[in-house]
């Protein structure tokens, strides 16, 4: 009895053990059959890899031909990388691009890229993206937060160096004339890094010419109608004042144009009666420059898409970038207006 006992139960046992072994090979991680566990953690690891990246994308707005043409740049290239792009337009207010920023988190994109309205206030928006292990790409404009850990880089322009260039170029054509040369200046967005930064560097190079000096100043928030406002108000002030207003130093070429437009108005020949200085590098202003109104541009290019997304990828996949990233650009003085403006994509 007990004999029979024991094979009954080594029976069972055996019988235990064999649909145990079954179970587990009918498991989702085993379906193929023939697929070991280490085969099946290398597939799941390679997953990663084919996911479609998210980018999300808070832009300034749409102020200016220089931006539009930096946000189709952003958008062709981001297809182009197969990148899922996630875009919003902050129309020049700082609070939609945090929220924007917020959104984007929630939303748990793989990448963050902004160009930022101003260059302060960021700091606790930045946190939280780095907090969620979410990578924060800088575009066009730089934060002052002395933390530059939230962020992995800074691709855009020197914009120091764009006033400095401005500033050469005027210096070395005024050296031989002699008397006070008055220059009025058109700035960007209030509190802007461009519009910091250009005026920092163009006021340190013409300090060099104690004939040189800014008579006004005033924002034209980076627009033609502002600029031109601006422009009619600065007309009207010097008239009053029976000033002369010898240059004109426009922060970028929207304000620029405008301000063309409102000294043409005033009966004023811009190019001639006032030299003009313009940066970015737009189509429409190397075109006022073959015209002769526009005297110099200083370019900005908008067109960094590709370097965005290639700077994305990398980051996404744990690689280090500079932490300084820095665009191509020159400086295009009235004789080369002709040649240069079937070249201009923007």
């Not at 280490?38 to 031909?65: C, H, M, N, R, Y």
């Not at 993206?129 to 939230?150: E, F």
């Not at 020949?269 to 075109?287: C, H, N, Q, R, Y």
Request: with cysteine.
């Amino acid at each position: 009895m007990k004999k029979v006992w024991k094979s009954s139960a080594f029976l069972l046992v055996a019988a235990t053990m064999f649909l145990t072994s079954a179970c587990g090979s009918s498991s989702p991680a085993s379906t193929s059959g023939s697929a070991s566990p280490a085969a099946t953690k290398a597939a799941e690891a390679a997953k990663p890899a084919d996911k479609k990246i998210v980018l999300g994308f808070a832009q300034v707005g749409a102020e200016s031909g220089w931006r539009t043409a930096n946000t189709k740049s952003i958008q062709d290239s981001a297809k182009e990388a197969g990148i899922d792009l996630k875009f919003s337009d902050a129309q020049q207010k700082q609070e939609n691009q945090i929220k924007a920023i917020r959104s984007y988190i929630a939303q748990k994109v793989d990448a963050i890229a902004f160009s930022p309205v101003v260059e302060s206030g960021w700091d606790t928006v930045l946190k939280e993206a780095k907090d969620a292990g979410i990578p924060v790409v800088l575009t066009d404009r730089a934060v002052d937060s002395k933390d530059t850990s939230l962020y992995k880089t800074f691709l855009g322009s020197d914009f120091v160096e764009e006033g400095r260039n401005a500033g050469k170029w005027l210096v070395e054509k005024v050296k031989d004339q002699k008397g006070p040369i008055n220059i009025v200046e058109l700035q960007g967005t209030t509190g802007s890094a461009p519009a910091i930064d250009r005026k920092k560097g163009f006021e340190e190079v013409i300090k060099s010419n104690p004939n040189l000096k800014i008579v006004k100043s005033q924002t034209g928030d980076f627009t033609r109608a502002k600029g031109k406002e601006v422009m009619e108000a600065f007309i009207k002030s010097a008239k009053a004042e029976n000033t002369k207003m010898d240059v004109l130093y426009a922060h970028n070429d929207d304000m620029a144009l405008g301000a063309i437009q409102a000294l043409e108005e005033a009966g004023i020949k811009p190019g001639k009666d006032i030299l003009v200085i313009s940066l970015d590098g737009t189509k429409d202003a190397f075109t006022a420059m073959k015209d002769g109104k526009i005297n110099v541009i200083v370019e900005c290019n908008p067109l960094m898409g590709p370097q965005v997304m290639q700077i994305v990828k990398d980051v996404v996949a744990g690689k280090e970038v500079p932490k300084r990233i820095l665009t191509k650009e020159g400086v295009f003085p009235q004789e080369t207006a002709e040649k240069e403006l079937p070249n201009r994509q923007y």
